[in-house]
């Protein structure tokens, strides 16, 4: 697979630059009372229900993350024990939004390993999410679009505040915003999460360069534009929007292993042009989620095309996996340039089914453009990778697959469900590009690691990239 050409290369890293020097909001916070601090702790500001919100003082948990007060959020415990029901408290505030903003939360969460959550399947055990719901009226009404993030469960570094954040754009007709902490009780289990330091901004909608060449990129006239196979379909549900008043949402053909469902347009090109392919994606505990054991993942691919029709080369990434964050729309960029002789591109989006059956991913908001000529200004940065690891679970080997957006030196550690370091794999220089290593099971010492949970992390560009590993003794 190639990579893009040295010049797109070197505008991406001047924009991924110029947006790291100029980080930061110049407009204040929206939320008030977002520290909790209010008359000495209180949730003055926000409406709650349920009887789960509580707060954390020095007087009671003493867990908070700036000052004395945190919010603390438990479940609702109705009939238990005997036969769980879906029960869910919270606490938000509503804000006014503006039709074309986006608005983005960002906070921090704690989970304490004296009253942790149970279970690693995310979507069967209780589980905390932050919220951004969009409403047609400015009470009651019905949400007409969602994004969310999973802050707290069983899968949560413990003993630690965990930052988090979400974005999404205020769609036409919205006329509420509701910013929601929830508490989602499928099970009787107990546990309880804590969140700190909340804070929303409005701030000017995403763009990305050139001009899109997609047909029906956002799916308000269902999949009109797009070539399918397997099993894609049009989807109008508020759950499954990113943008109203459509998505697409695919999942697997059900037929011999490794095959895929897809979607894709195609256009002429003239060759040795440079190309951006740009694509939202998200799967959910709402349906069929791709989590835990479950193999499938979604890619987005660029296929480069000869006068004939013959396949030149390609450029894809994977843009969701059984690592994804549940119920969050997230971004995903594949960057490319065309051989000298190509005529034409397909832009693909995929769902592969190497063998597991079920499981469903959604896209939103799509767009292909030519970028041999775009400003560095105008080139959105593109991200490292860290891919899941293959097998998993796994006994006594596993691979695992990243990608670096630029070169530089990082590190990669395997730490255990406790946040301790069992051993480092590789610390060092690496070029841009993909780079894969092994992992034989064992500790620094030499000794094998017991089965479990482990998490692998890159570190790189400023930031820590994590996986869930299984090892199965």
């Given at each position: 697979?190639k990579r893009?050409r040295s ?14 020097s100029s ?15 209010a008359?000495g702790?209180?949730y ?7 009887s789960?919100?509580q707060?954390?003082t ?8 700036t000052d004395?007060?945190a919010?603390?959020?438990?479940g ?13 408290g919270g ?13 983005e ?21 209780n ?15 019905s949400?007409i679009?969602v994004?969310?993030v999973v802050?707290g469960?069983?899968n949560?570094v ?5 930052h ?5 754009p205020?769609?036409?007709?919205a006329?509420?915003l ?6 989602l009780q499928?099970?009787?289990?107990t546990g309880s ?6 804070s ?13 060449l997609?047909?029906?990129?956002s799916f308000?006239s269902?999949?009109t534009g ?11 549900r508020a759950?499954?929007?990113r ?5 697409a949402?695919?999942?697997?053909p059900?037929?011999?292993p490794g ?10 090109i003239?060759g040795?042009t440079?190309?951006v ?8 505990c ?13 890619t ?12 030149l080369d ?8 059984n690592?994804?964050?549940l119920g969050?729309?997230e971004?995903?960029?594949v ?14 989006i995929?769902f592969v ?6 499981g469903a991913?959604w896209v939103?908001?799509a767009?292909?453009?030519?970028v ?6 105008d ?12 097998p998993?679970?796994?006994n006594p080997?596993t691979?695992?697959n ?9 590190e990669i550690?395997v730490y255990?469900?406790?946040g301790r370091?069992?051993?480092?794999l590789?610390?060092g220089?690496?070029?841009?590009g993909?780079?894969d290593?092994?992992?034989n099971?064992?500790s620094a ?11 692998c992390?890159l570190?790189a560009?400023g930031m ?5 590993m299984v090892?199965l003794?």
């Amino acid at each position: 697979m190639k990579r893009p050409r040295s010049l797109l290369l070197f505008l991406i890293t001047l924009f991924f630059l110029t947006v790291i020097s100029s980080e930061g909001f110049a407009q204040s916070n929206m939320l008030v009372n977002s520290g909790f601090e209010a008359n000495g702790g209180s949730y003055d500001g926000w409406f709650t229900f349920g009887s789960g919100p509580q707060l954390s003082t020095a007087d009671t948990d003493n867990i908070a993350r700036t000052d004395s007060t945190a919010a603390k959020i438990y479940g609702e415990f109705t009939g238990c024990p005997g036969s769980p029901q879906f029960d869910v408290g919270g606490f938000g505030q509503i804000i006014t939004p503006v039709a074309g903003m986006d608005y983005e939360l960002n906070g921090y969460s704690y989970v304490s390993s004296l009253d942790s959550i149970s279970g690693t399947n995310t979507c069967d055990y209780n589980r905390t999410v932050a919220k951004l719901a969009f409403f047609d009226a400015a009470s009651g009404g019905s949400e007409i679009s969602v994004n969310e993030v999973v802050i707290g469960d069983g899968n949560s570094v413990l003993d630690q505040w965990n930052h988090f954040s979400i974005s999404a754009p205020c769609p036409a007709g919205a006329q509420r915003l509701e910013v929601l902490v929830l508490f989602l009780q499928p099970a009787c289990d107990t546990g309880s999460v804590f969140v700190d330091d909340l804070s929303l901004y409005e701030t000017e909608p995403s763009s990305f360069p050139g001009t899109n060449l997609l047909a029906n990129p956002s799916f308000t006239s269902g999949l009109t534009g797009w070539t399918t196979f397997g099993n894609v379909y049009a989807d109008s549900r508020a759950f499954a929007l990113r943008t109203i008043t459509g998505s697409a949402k695919l999942f697997g053909p059900f037929a011999a292993p490794g095959d895929a469902s897809g979607m894709f347009q195609t256009f002429p090109i003239t060759g040795d042009t440079d190309w951006v392919f740009n694509v939202y994606s998200m799967t959910t505990c709402q349906e069929s989620p791709i989590n835990e054991t479950n193999d499938n993942y979604g890619t987005a691919k660029i296929v480069y095309l000869d006068s004939g029709g013959n396949e030149l080369d390609f450029d894809e990434i994977v843009i969701l996996d059984n690592n994804s964050p549940l119920g969050k729309w997230e971004n995903h960029s594949v960057y490319g340039t065309a051989p000298a002789d190509a005529d034409s591109i397909k832009a693909y989006i995929l769902f592969v089914q190497p063998t597991s059956s079920g499981g469903a991913f959604w896209v939103d908001d799509a767009w292909l453009s030519d970028v041999t000529t775009t400003d560095a200004e105008d080139i959105p940065a593109p991200a490292s990778k860290l891919y899941q690891n293959s097998p998993n679970p796994f006994n006594p080997t596993t691979r695992i697959n990243y990608y670096l957006a630029k070169a530089g030196n990082i590190e990669i550690n395997v730490y255990d469900v406790l946040g301790r370091k069992v051993v480092n794999l590789f610390s060092g220089y690496r070029e841009a590009g993909t780079h894969d290593l092994l992992w034989n099971g064992k500790s620094a010492s030499g000794a094998d690691a017991a089965s479990g949970v482990y998490y692998c992390a890159l570190k790189a560009d400023g930031m820590t990239l994590t996986r869930k590993m299984v090892l199965l003794r």
